[in-house]
């Protein structure tokens, strides 16, 4: 697509100076509110979903003081009262997972199985791999014989303690967070069959560019197949989002006007590819400055300088706006950047930004540039970074055989051996 610049008779424009990174994300976050609705979910299905309020345990985790471990609970004054190691003790009763103990006789020991209820007077478990079964020729203990202690015992051996893991009243998921398959097992532990969570964003998503063409079509002259439709439909499937797609949108201005009223009836925010620019056939700033308004930023990042955030307030709402560059990797690297971030705010989330791991260079980089780059990087088989060696923002191949990005300061270059900071993917989708 043309640069106004070099349009037959136009005016020359100042460029304004690029934007920080942090500057464009804080003005975004700054307008972005909660969306504020929420729903139950059955808490299986919950994975990846912002919680919206606190869980409290109703119950003490384990309810009751229960054996880690397969063998036999018994006293360990009674052990050592008959020498310890050695020692053989009468077996008065069979203690399995889910039945209730008769409190243990002085003197004697309980067969035990995991996850059994310890029964009231014993104050140690051994393993039956340090014990010796020894069948009672006198049928003193009914038939449950004898038991030899092979090895050293002491108080609280392998029991796992009534409320070790979640007392009542304790807090066990805080709002606002996003729920992984742990955090949704302890809510299973505290006995939570649903959660309450933010509801998902509603999402339009449409592309622009007269040149795209959907996978498995033909391609004619000058046409490229659309990439960024699959990419970023991915992308808010994995940020938990409700995705209307509208497919690819002809190179007008009243194409682009229509399909932004009839994306804002029911979404809470669209997000567009292509036509970001200011060339002859870039459509979104007029058409965005028409039905609601429209900041278009140059951000000081690479890949990815153009961004768009706005509002469609003509149809009567409010509907959110971010566009994004066109080229495959800018596109991908912007959704992550500021998209992402501005998803996790309308649910509620408490943690916005990803964590970034400390990790050595195993490659130079003499490429200084004057913007931050995010450049696209694997980790090695001995924990350190090698980098994908075409940056290009239109190879996508960069972004599939990344493990994530590394955050490069302005102006920086590369020497193995260096410690950068990466940002993982897993701490991205």
């Known amino acids: 697509m043309s640069d106004a610049k070099n349009v037959p008779g136009a005016a020359a424009t100042p460029r304004a100076p690029m934007m920080p990174m942090e500057e464009a994300l804080e003005r975004l976050l700054s307008q972005v509110t909660s969306l504020g609705r929420t729903e139950s979910v059955t808490t299986p299905l919950a994975r990846g979903r912002v919680l919206a309020q606190d869980l409290v345990s109703p119950l003490d985790v384990p309810p009751y003081d229960n054996s880690a471990m397969d063998g036999y609970a018994m006293r360990a004054a009674d052990v050592a009262a008959l020498g310890g190691e050695g020692a053989v003790l009468p077996v008065s009763q069979r203690v399995a997972a889910g039945s209730v103990p008769q409190p243990l006789q002085p003197g004697t020991a309980a067969r035990i199985f995991t996850g059994a209820t310890v029964p009231e007077g014993a104050d140690s478990v051994l393993m039956q791999e340090q014990c010796e079964a020894i069948a009672d020729a006198t049928g003193a203990s009914g038939g449950l014989g004898q038991v030899r202690i092979n090895g050293p015992l002491t108080v609280g051996l392998h029991i796992r303690r009534r409320g070790e893991d979640l007392r009542v009243r304790q807090p066990v998921l805080s709002a ?177 930004t990803p964590r970034a791991l400390p990790l050595r260079a195993e490659f130079t980089w003499t490429k200084a540039d004057k913007r931050r780059e995010f450049l696209r990087a694997k980790l090695s088989d001995v924990g350190g970074l090698q980098l994908f060696g075409n940056q290009s923002s239109g190879v996508m191949s960069s972004a599939a055989w990344a493990d994530g990005l590394i955050d490069l300061p302005p102006g920086s270059t590369v020497a193995p051996g260096q410690v950068l900071r990466f940002i993982p993917f897993n701490e991205l989708f």
């Open 176 to 352: 606002g967070m996003r729920l992984n398959a742990a955090s949704l097992g302890l809510a299973a532990t505290a006995g939570a069959a649903a959660l309450t969570v933010a509801a998902r964003p509603r999402v339009a998503l449409f592309s622009t560019g007269d040149e795209l063409v959907l996978p498995g079509q033909p391609l004619g002259p000058g046409q490229i197949y659309n990439s960024n439709r699959t990419t970023l439909h991915a992308l808010l499937l994995a940020m938990g989002c409700e995705v209307r797609d509208l497919g690819i949108v002809p190179d007008s201005l009243e194409a682009t006007r229509a399909a932004l009223r009839e994306a804002s009836k029911d979404a809470d925010l669209i997000l567009s590819s292509g036509g970001v620019s200011v060339g002859e056939e870039d459509h979104l700033k007029p058409a965005l400055e028409r039905e609601g308004r429209l900041d278009l930023w140059q951000i000081a990042i690479k890949p990815g300088k153009p961004l768009a955030f706005g509002e469609v307030t003509s149809t009567g709402g409010r509907t959110w706006f971010i566009g994004l560059p066109g080229n495959p990797v800018s596109s991908f690297v912007t959704f992550l950047l500021f998209v992402r971030p501005v998803l996790l705010r309308m649910q509620g989330a408490t943690q916005l």
